[in-house]
């Protein structure tokens, strides 16, 4: 069972910059797909952005894509997301989390996240306007 480690949330001012990390131990991801996902206060968790196990391929949803940029690295067990141009309606819980499949497409997590049981504790990203 892999475990999860959300960090580099904070408070910043809208417009500011946040990178958040995402540390994996336990097993393994280097073969598989990582994405990134949020809740805010009263609303169901969303998928953000995935990256394919080597990091040749990205997904992102419409309202992110071109603030956001996620990337990882193997040798670190490590996922991280680029937040840039924060809004207020940015402000949430921000998770990560693996696809078991290995080698899967970039945008498998979008859809399969629904049904995961384990989620870390998250990270919480507080955008002021």
């Known amino acids: 069972q892999v475990q999860l480690v959300e960090s580099g949330g904070g408070l910043v001012q809208a417009g500011g910059s946040l990178r958040l990390s995402c540390s994996a131990s336990g097993r393994t991801i280097s073969n598989n797909a990582m994405g990134w996902f949020r809740r805010a206060p009263g609303k169901e968790r969303e998928f953000l952005a995935s990256i394919t196990w080597n990091g040749d391929k990205t997904y992102y949803i419409d309202l992110v894509k071109d603030r956001f940029t996620i990337s990882r690295d193997n040798d670190k067990n490590t996922l991280y997301l680029q937040m840039d141009s924060l809004k207020p309606e940015d402000t949430a819980v921000y998770y990560c989390?693996?696809?078991?499949?290995?080698?899967?497409?970039?945008?498998?997590?979008?859809?399969?996240?629904?049904?995961?049981?384990?989620w870390g504790q998250g990270t919480q990203v507080t955008v002021s306007s």
């Open positions: 989390n693996v696809d078991s499949l290995r080698f899967g497409p970039p945008d498998r997590l979008s859809y399969i996240y629904t049904s995961f049981d384990y």
